[in-house]
């Protein structure tokens, strides 16, 4: 008889989270287990029909902000209920997805058997002072260390916690007092053959857009949401722009905060406006990456950025923000550039790799491409992870 898992995940785009998703279930042992996914909208089953993959697809409950812990606890056992798993995976951003209640419900319907991934690093419940008591006496903030308790727990009651990169494991355990015991760090990876260098490709994909091959493009693949700071991205390349005539910036993503990237660029000089282009979702991100020259991910926080290592492999000059994970990934100098959080210091990575003479940009791609190939190998990386949350084979 299978072994049923279920995994879970709050989701609104497709980025790098939702690919690692798909590529674990793509890596499962179908014969020996049956997979459930439960998600808050479906913009997957395309996915699974594509690539014949029989996992079930489920909505999950609906919970509100109002709602009293034991109201979240009750929904989701009685949902859990229903499905009977005997393992459940939950799949969180920020440790925002998925709260104590719902947790401790999995935990006692598996009898203890929850496994937990987390992306990004997430950041600590802010500090409140409190209210004064009398008008003077400090409060204790208890609301504040009420928050904290409750997403400390949440490391206690899972079996593993995998963390997709040392600086999310390092937040978790420093920061949220997760047990070191049970939090493992799971490079996820990219498939090298896809993502890879090539020549045809690019003059191909230049004059399918009517881009000539002196220009240099600069790209960004990305969802388009706060965190990301693409905004940074559009100021940084406006700087740019006024000083080099062949550069152009294509941002392939979709997500909230389009509405407001737009408005940016509509508002700029036209000159500038003509040279960003916006492409929305695609799933042939490869392309993309091979027509380009240079590679920007202008984030607040990361955890491991999938997008980044999808550039290097292909080869891509890549400038990346210093904001968690990428410093696991990007040696300054030598397989990319490591910058700091602002307009300023992604507009002057920018320009370091325009800069570059041919055989510098050579090294540079070529180190990349090497790095990515030596560190992240997409199945070795799953397999490790699928092994941690024991519905691999090893």
Known sequence: MKKKYLFLMQTGDFGGAERLQIDYFKSINFDKYSVTFGVNI????????????????????????EDRFTIKFFKYYKFFNTIKPECIIFNQFWLKSFSLPEVIAAFLITNGNVYMIVHDCPPVCPKNKGKKYFGFMPGLGLSWRKDRLLQTLLGYFTKNTLAVSNATRDSLIKLHKFPSYNVKRVYHGVDIEDNVPSVE??????????????DKIIVSTAMLYQG????????????????RNDAQLIIVGSGSEYSKLLDMVNSSDEDIKRRIRFLGFREDIPAFLQLSDIFVLPSDSEGLPLACL????????SIVTNCGGPVEIIKDGSNGFLVEKSC????NGIKRALNLNSEEKRWISHNARKFVE?????????HSGLRLLKIGDG
Do not use: T, W
């Open 42 to 65: 479906d913009i997957f089953s395309h996915i699974f029909n594509k690539n014949n993959l029989p996992v079930k697809l489920v909505y999950l409950p609906v919970l509100h902000q």
């Open 201 to 214: 490709n690019r003059i191909k994909l230049r004059k399918e857009l009517n881009i000539s091959d002196s």
């Open 228 to 243: 990301k700071r693409l905004d940074r991205l559009v100021e940084a390349f406006a700087v740019v722009a006024q000083e």
């Open 310 to 317: 999808e550039a290097m492999s292909c080869g891509l000059i």
């Open 344 to 347: 300023e210091g992604v507009a």
């Open 374 to 382: 030596q560190r992240f190998d997409l199945k070795k990386n799953i």
